[in-house]
């Protein structure tokens, strides 16, 4: 039986995820992160920005776990715009248990570097979509 194996994070990525969370433009965007198995590291996959939450979905791997981060241009139903930060968790089912363990035992550290107040988790990346993200965003203000 293998061993829980916790990754560091990648130092450029760390910085990447600084600037992002500080960042001001007024638009979707997002940082796809992945564990680089034989470095144990948590590393940059993909960076979007000015997207729509169609295109960050089909942007995520579909058979393999990753993390993102992402910045959301929230409209509420009383008319404010909001600019939520947070955390995904995509582990598809299906993968191999190891690569699962690895990603589960590094996801709290990673979110705390983000410093992501919001951390949501999906088995699939078809759940991902407007209304999935207005529910589960209904509960801040």
């Known amino acids: 039986m293998s061993e829980l194996v916790i990754c560091d994070i990648d130092e450029d990525l760390l910085k990447k995820i600084k600037k992002f969370k500080m960042r ?3 638009n979707n965007a997002a940082i796809i992160m ?3 198995r034989e470095k144990h590291l ?3 996959d993909e960076e979007l920005e000015d997207i729509t939450i169609d295109e960050f979905r089909e942007a995520l791997p579909t058979t393999q776990p990753s993390y993102s981060l992402v910045s959301y241009v929230h409209k509420h139903d009383d008319g404010r715009t909001s600019f939520p930060y947070f955390f995904l968790y995509v582990a598809p089912q299906g993968c191999k248990p190891e ?3 690895m990603y589960a035992g590094s996801k709290l550290r990673l979110i705390k570097e983000a410093q992501a107040t919001k951390d949501f988790e999906v088995r699939s990346a078809d759940e991902i979509d407007e209304e999935w993200l207005k529910e589960k965003l209904r509960f801040f203000r």
Do not use: A, F
């Open 42 to 44: 948590i590393v940059e």
């Open 24 to 26: 001001k433009e007024k």
């Open 34 to 36: 992945k564990i680089n």
């Open 99 to 101: 690569l699962q363990m």
